[in-house]
């Protein structure tokens, strides 16, 4: 009984977020993990490097020099989990209670009637008390992954990239009438009967959308008014996945998850682009915008409910500073970063630096803020190592926050 919607609630947030990685709250405001820019607050606009540039600004892609070959990015990863209330354990505490509830249930004696059924009143006020502690609890995660490849060289330097990128939501929706059964069985007014069951009326909602990109992208360095200004483009396919996995704690199997009456997909076409120049001693600025052609894709309608994933364009423009060693920087989104329209919206400012102890060891740290609240304020953290003469490069990052957030980015790459 309740049994059924917990197990269901943990498996729906493991594979919405699963899903994720195989097919955007996130700690990239953007569609993209990179673990050096995030460990920087996850800024990038002006302070990616051309071998990472296309997953941030593509017009940062004329920055290679002339003896730079080609990139290789495989991969880049990140996830990113907020669960204030910690549901994950909690789900863990109550798949005990549930079964030491049933254990009792299945092994009544009559010797249990006659002493007034105390041990199932215990586990029954027990589940009660955990069920009351588990209504409204969410949690949230996003999770990304890319692999690809840059050629540099002074014409028209490109690169093909493909990525997956998704946020998942998901919540306990638990029945007073439940708790209010529960309750009666503790206290000795009700006696389980079969049947009882068509009366519990908790349920569980994940909400997840996976989004799929294959582009290419291109730039170019122009000269305005004696001035460099560098100009990309990343023209891309889009596919996208939505999972509204709802269901009743009767109808509960875990082969059903990704069963196509909670999946709905779409596909269509993309862009993103930026632009990026220099200017006095050692600045770089850099703005840019992804996913410019907006789109709205309605889920599966699951028990009555339907919600809406919402892709829209995301400006943020970015300032960098680079001199010797140091690298300062940040990022201001323009635009809000939309996801379901039952979800609120967000709008982050990111701010970090890097500091190369060596030609081959790098120390990061940052800050990332969302202006509008709706998302937890994190502190990041990370280094990148670069042995064999920059030929390998790998970086890895972290975030902490508020509400039992945390995030982990990796991403490898090797230079021709």
Known sequence: MVKTLFRRKKVAYLVVLNSVFLSSSA????????????????????????SSAVLANPALMTKAKPDDDVSIIFPSAGVQVTDKDKLINKVDDITDTVDRYQDVINNLTFQDYL????????????????LSDLRGNKADGSAGVALAVTVPNETLPFAFITKAYGTAHVRANVAQSDIDYLNGVADGTIIPVPGDEDNLRSSANGLAALVTDYGISVAHQFTIAGHPVSVGITPKLQKT??????????????????????????????????????????????????????????????????DTYQIRPLVTTGLAWNYGPVTLTGDVDLTQTKRFKSEDSSQYIGVGGEYRVLDWLQLRAGYRADMKSNDTNVFTAGFGVSPFN????LDLAGSVGADNTWGAMVQLGFNF
């Open 115 to 130: 002493n007034g059924y105390p041990q199932l009143k215990a586990a029954a006020g027990d589940m009660a008390n955990q």
């Open 241 to 306: 996945w939505l999972y509204n996995y709802t269901a009743s704690i009767y109808n509960y199997d875990k082969s059903d998850i990704n069963n196509s009456r909670y999946r709905s997909s779409d596909t269509g076409f993309n862009v993103d682009a930026g632009i990026a120049t220099d200017f006095a001693d050692n600045w770089t600025f850099g703005l840019t915008g992804q996913n410019l052609i907006s789109r709205n894709i309605d889920t599966k309608e699951v028990d009555g409910y339907r």
């Open 390 to 393: 920059n030929t390998v490069h």
């Open 27 to 50: 700690l990239a405001a953007g569609t993209w993990y990179d673990a050096r820019n995030d460990a920087m607050g996850g800024t990038g606009v002006a302070s990616s490097t051309w």
